[in-house]
C-alpha cells in the first residue's frame, strides 16, 4: 500500500525552529518530485516547497524563502522540512506529496502531485 507519512509537527513559538518529515511506502517505483504544503483553518492549501528526484533543485513559495529548507534522503526514502524563524502565520497543517514524475523546477502546484499524506500539524504561538 503506498503511503506517505508526516511527523515532526508540534507547538513552537515565534522565532524558534522545527522539522517535518515525510516517510514513503509501498511504492512499487521510487516517487520522483516531492513537496510540502500547508492549509490553515479557513484558507486554501499552498505550496510551500518542492525538490527534485535527486534533491539537486529545490523551489520555494516566497513566503518561506529564506527560513525553510527542503531536502530529502533517498536511502531512506524519506523527504524533510527544515522550519527556521518561524512566525505564527506558519500556522497549518502541513502536508508531504509526491508524484512518480520529474521536472527542471520541481513544481509547486497542487494538481501536478498525485499522492498525499494525512498532514501534521504546525502551530506557531507569538
Known amino acids: 500500500q503506498m503511503q506517505l507519512l508526516e511527523s515532526g509537527g508540534g507547538s513552537v513559538q515565534a522565532g524558534g525552529s522545527l522539522r517535518l518529515s515525510c516517510a514513503a511506502s509501498g511504492f512499487a517505483r521510487r516517487v520522483n518530485s516531492m513537496a510540502w504544503f500547508r492549509q490553515a483553518p479557513g484558507k486554501k492549501r499552498e505550496a510551500v516547497a518542492a525538490?527534485?528526484?535527486?534533491?539537486?533543485?529545490?523551489n520555494y513559495a516566497d513566503s518561506v524563502k529564506g527560513r525553510f529548507t527542503v531536502s530529502r534522503d533517498n536511502a531512506v526514502n524519506t523527504l524533510y522540512l527544515q522550519m527556521n524563524s518561524v512566525k505564527p502565520e506558519d500556522t497549518a497543517m502541513y502536508y508531504c506529496?509526491?508524484?512518480?514524475?520529474?521536472?527542471?523546477?520541481?513544481?509547486?502546484?497542487?494538481?501536478?502531485?498525485?499522492?498525499w499524506g494525512q498532514g501534521t500539524q504546525v502551530t506557531v504561538s507569538s
Open positions: 506529496a509526491a508524484v512518480q514524475g520529474d521536472w527542471y523546477t520541481p513544481p509547486l502546484l497542487a494538481s501536478v502531485y498525485n499522492y
Open positions: 525538490i527534485n528526484t535527486d534533491g539537486t533543485r529545490t
